[in-house]
Structure formats: C-alpha cells, structure tokens
C-alpha cells in the first residue's frame, strides 16, 4: 500500500519562498521530486493569491499533485464557541480543491458543538483535521478530550498529528501516538532539538531514531506530510531524498 508523500511549503523556509515568487514557484519542485501532494500554508498567500485560489488550484492539479490547506486558526474559539471563520477557510479549501483543510484545536470547554459541526461537516469534499499545535490547547489532555467526544458523536474530523509539536508542550510524543493513533488522518513529520528557550525543527538526516519509532506508531496508510527544513542548493534532489526517506519507513 502507498503511502501519499505531501511537502508543507513552510519547509523551504518563508524567505526562500519571496525570493522564489510564492508557493506557486514551488510545485515544480515537489513535483519532479515525487511527491504526491503539496500543502498550502494560507500565512504565504498575500492577498492576491486569496482572491485567486482557483487559479493555483489549477496550478496544483497541472503539477499532478493534490493540495492541503493550512489556516493559522483555531476551530474554537477563546470561551469554546466555534470560531465563525471557519465556514471562510471551508468555502477557501473548496476553491483550492483541498483533500483536507487543517486548523488547530482553540480553546475546546468539553462542548463540542454537535449541530454546528455537523451543519459544517455536511457534504464537505474534503477531509476536516484538528493539530496539536504549540500551544496549551495543543497539549494531550485537550487532544483525547476532543477526538473521544468527535468518535462518540459519530463526526468525520480526523487529527493531523504533528510529531515536534509535543515538544513545544513538553510532553511525550510516544504517549501521545498511544492514545491517538486511531484518530490519525495525517502526520506532520518534524524532528525538534532545543534551541535558547525553545525548540528548533531540524532535517531528519540530522536527527536521532526517535522520528522512526514514532512514525511506525500512527497508522501506515495516513499521508506524510515534510514539514522539516528543505534546504540546499538543489532543492529538487533535498525534496526527492526526504520523499523517498519517507515512502520507505
């Protein structure tokens, strides 16, 4: 069974990615490494290219690639309300044709909204997927609380897992993989190593085994998104060796 390859453009760096022209620029690249999709980050789209998402849509889908989209937002808001944008970066993913649109947790009470989300949920085309971002509503315990309550109510929200994210929140990612795995739609892989007061995503060939171990954990079959830093002066052989590295783990 394949396993689909995605690359996140943040990876290449945002400054490599202004010097190239955008996110577009890019797909040339993650095509002719063999990667199967790419993934939208909504922060590197300036405002021209929000009014024109069919247009890289259609780039995308030249590229023979699938698209992701990233939004910087949270599916709850502060007090555990839904955030009332996110029927805006539904009706955005449409328009890119995403297979998934991926937002962060936000602030979940235990509330999960069940009408609402279902209302939202209805027809979509593409897959809903919550992270462990590096925040405190990232953490484990507001994690399992709201993937128990979406399996209990039946809805089709899965997790992108972020495998350096728990790092951030100072926990066990083996753990974490433990008791979520079975919600996993999509992994984030990242290798982290301290840095001043925080952390610091660093290429896998620079890391330890731990990565390895941890993928082996989330399910197979779930897309693996590159999310560590592409860097070098051939990127489409960088992109290609991590694309690879990654089909056969």
């Known amino acids: 069974m394949k396993t689909d390859i995605i690359v996140v453009t943040a990876a290449y760096g945002h400054a490599q990615i202004a010097a190239l022209g955008g996110q577009r620029a890019l797909l040339p690249i993650i095509q002719q490494a063999g990667a ?24 995308v889908t030249q590229h023979q690639l699938h698209a992701s989209y990233s939004v910087p937002d949270t599916l709850f808001c502060d007090g555990g309300e839904i955030n009332p944008r ?5 009706e955005e993913a449409r328009q890119l044709n995403a297979q998934r649109l991926k937002v962060a947790l936000g602030d979940f009470t235990g509330a999960l909204s069940r009408q609402t989300l279902q209302t939202l949920l209805v027809d979509l085309p593409f897959q809903l997927t919550v992270e462990n971002d590096q925040t405190e509503y990232g953490r484990l315990a507001p994690s399992v609380a709201f993937f128990t309550a979406v399996r209990e109510a039946d809805l089709p929200i899965s ?11 100072g926990e066990d990612a ?5 008791q979520l795995a079975s919600q996993v739609g999509y992994v984030h892989v990242k290798a982290a190593v301290p840095h ?19 993928l082996q954990q989330l399910p197979a079959q ?11 002066d051939d990127l ?10 990654l089909r056969n783990v």
Not at 36 to 59: K, P, Q, Y
Not at 159 to 169: A, H, L, P, R
Not at 174 to 178: G, N
Not at 199 to 204: E, G, K, N, T, V
């Open 36 to 59: 199967d999709g790419v993934e939208i980050r909504r922060e590197l789209l300036d405002d021209a290219a929000l009014a024109d998402l069919s247009t890289l849509a259609h780039a």
């Open 86 to 90: 996110i029927t805006h970066y539904v």
């Open 159 to 169: 997790m992108t897992f972020d495998m350096g994210n728990w790092c951030w929140t």
């Open 174 to 178: 083996d753990q974490a993989a433990a």
């Open 196 to 214: 001043k007061d925080s952390f610091r995503a660093i290429a896998l060939d620079e890391a330890d085994d731990h990565w390895r171990t941890l």
């Open 222 to 232: 779930a897309p693996r998104g590159i999310e560590f830093p592409l860097e070098g």
């Open 236 to 245: 489409i052989a960088v992109t290609r060796h991590y694309v690879s590295l």
